[in-house]
């Protein structure tokens, strides 16, 4: 349950099912706080207001409930990782300032451990003022202007600046003169008591940092980024929109951009490929649709190769399957290709065109996106997925679920986690097409929902799409029903830390063979000096 999209384990279950009859399943995992704040913004999101309200408020309590039992478990015994060593030694005194400084820090970080979903490292940003940002709104909704303001001061107690939420408060109060004071709707005890405490954490752990060698950094536990999902934030009092209170126009949050200047339109370097769409015209952010970066006699060649070389499961540890059980996943890597190449396997010529266009690929993806710096290779695959026969009756699963290529996508809490097991060091991808004659296998962009489809690109031979591989591509690929789809999958890196190191290999195997084909006399080298 804390991994939705695979596929294998999905099938597994229904198999499950089939065999046992129906079954009950509970995630053992699952924070009961988490699940109740999902569903209330689940509910939020289809405007059932007042369902809305109750998961959330229930939330709340749990929430504190869930705290409470946080602080008791820091009391126990603590490991003070920096005094880990032989030679240490502390008096009583220090001993009992170092053991309280851990229970202290175990407790101030009370707010990212609730605030973490089982199975992830990161919080959800902002995650407790989130609930109050919500339930201000939802209260407005059903009309109870009273709770709406509660929340909205409750939530001004975490971000007293924000402007949106200042906004909406002076809206309620202007809705409750005349049958109250607003005045004496005060913020939430519960939430000013945590919020009080916190502080106070703080400030004894950064006196502590700087009194008694204790090294402390004070995290930002309230990221103002981590915000509702919509609208709702902008009273009517400023708009020409003629419905009363915060406006209902529904809107995404901001879809995440990488960390760096983001260029695009670039030379292609080479005169035969064509140009087909930009990031706009593809509805998203750093992509590329290009045609003709190879010839259809090239397409073949590497056909002829692939099914030469290729391996089930290749990538995988030998998984025929292993995204779901209606296709074969076949694969193969640049120095695999070399090799079979330079032992007779397959034609040699056939085996360098796959490093070649691999190759051609990084130089036109460095270029269009106008790198300021070297793009690497960080892994190069040959793959080709077959549809097997007597599974596509009525299937609905995908070829590869949707995902992100350098952070875990997590549809429900909206993010993409940075965070292994992902390949975070990956910058850009590509995917450099090799035929058209299959039926499906369309490649997708969503967004970060994971079921909204922003563009869908039909392979053919020759069509590359590139694009940046962090979580503002969410994308995968549709159900191959019919037919076997290959394609060269491309994925780079801008930190030579992180270069592929197959790829290193076979760049020494193609200096070897030039200088096989060119000889020591052409090439002015000694025979004998390392590659």
């Not at 059932?48 to 820091?74: H, K, N, P, T, W």
């Not at 002076?170 to 009080?196: C, N, V």
């Not at 950064?206 to 902008?234: I, M």
């Not at 290529?405 to 993010?415: F, H, R, S, T, Y």
Request: proline share 5%; hydrophobic share 30%; net charge negative.
């Amino acid at each position: 349950m804390a991994n939705p999209e695979h596929m294998e384990i999905q099938q597994d279950i229904e198999n499950y099912k089939t065999t046992s009859g129906k079954v009950s399943l509970i995630d053992r995992e699952a924070k009961p706080h988490m699940e109740d704040y999902t569903a209330g913004v689940r509910h939020y999101d289809r405007e059932e207001y007042g369902l809305a309200i109750d998961f959330l408020e229930r939330a709340l309590v749990g929430y504190y409930s869930e705290d409470e039992d946080c602080q008791i478990m820091c009391e126990g015994p603590q490991r003070f990782e920096e005094h880990e060593y032989l030679d240490y030694k502390a008096s009583l005194y220090e001993a009992v300032a170092d053991h309280y400084m851990q229970v202290l820090a175990c407790k101030h970080d009370c707010v990212r451990e609730l605030a973490t979903r089982s199975g992830r490292i990161s919080p959800i940003e902002n995650f407790l003022p989130l609930h109050y940002d919500y339930l201000q709104f939802a209260y407005y909704r059903v009309g109870d202007y009273v709770k709406a303001l509660e929340c909205a001061r409750s939530y001004l107690l975490f971000h007293p600046d924000d402007e949106d939420v200042l906004e909406n408060a002076s809206y309620y109060e202007g809705l409750l003169e005349g049958t109250m004071d607003p005045g004496t709707i005060k913020p939430r005890k519960e939430a000013k008591a945590l919020l009080r405490r916190h502080k106070l954490e703080s400030h004894l752990l950064q006196v502590a940092s700087a009194g008694l060698g204790f090294a402390y950094t004070e995290p930002n536990y309230w990221k103002r980024y981590g915000a509702r999902q919509d609208e709702h934030s902008v009273p009517s009092s400023i708009s020409n929109e003629p419905e009363e209170g915060p406006r209902l126009s529904l809107a995404k949050k901001p879809t995440p951009k990488p960390d760096r200047e983001l260029k695009e339109g670039g030379p292609l370097l080479y005169s035969d490929v064509k140009f087909v769409y930009n990031s706009q015209q593809l509805n998203g952010t750093q992509r590329v649709l290009l045609d003709n970066v190879i010839s259809e006699e090239q397409c073949r060649e590497l056909h002829r190769v692939a099914s030469g070389i290729m391996l089930a499961g290749d990538g995988y540890r030998g998984k025929t399957s292993p995204h779901t059980p209606n296709e074969r996943f076949e694969g193969a890597t640049v120095l695999k290709a070399l090799k079979y190449g330079y032992e007779g396997r397959v034609p040699l010529k056939s085996a360098r065109l796959f490093y070649d266009i691999s190759e051609k690929a990084r130089r036109i993806v460095e270029s269009y996106f106008m790198l300021n710096s070297t793009l690497y290779f960080s892994y190069t695959h040959l793959v080709c997925r077959t549809a097997l026969s007597g599974q596509q009756e009525r299937r609905n699963d995908l070829s590869h679920p949707i995902h992100a290529d350098n952070c875990l996508l997590d549809p429900e809490a909206n993010e993409c986690w940075k965070e292994p097991p992902a390949y975070t060091f990956r910058d850009y991808s590509a995917l450099l097409y090799m035929n058209a004659d299959f039926e499906g296998g369309e490649f997708i962009f969503t967004e970060m929902d994971a079921k909204t489809v922003t563009a869908s690109i039909k392979p053919k031979c020759g069509r590359m799409i590139s694009f940046s591989s962090g979580g503002e591509n969410p994308h995968g690929v549709k159900a191959v029903t019919k037919g076997q789809r290959c394609a060269v999958a491309l994925w780079f890196t801008l930190d030579p830390l992180y270069r592929e190191l197959e790829r290193i290999q076979a760049d020494e195997v193609i200096a070897m063979l030039d200088q096989e084909h060119l000889g020591p006399s052409e090439m002015n080298i000694n025979p004998k000096d390392e590659l």
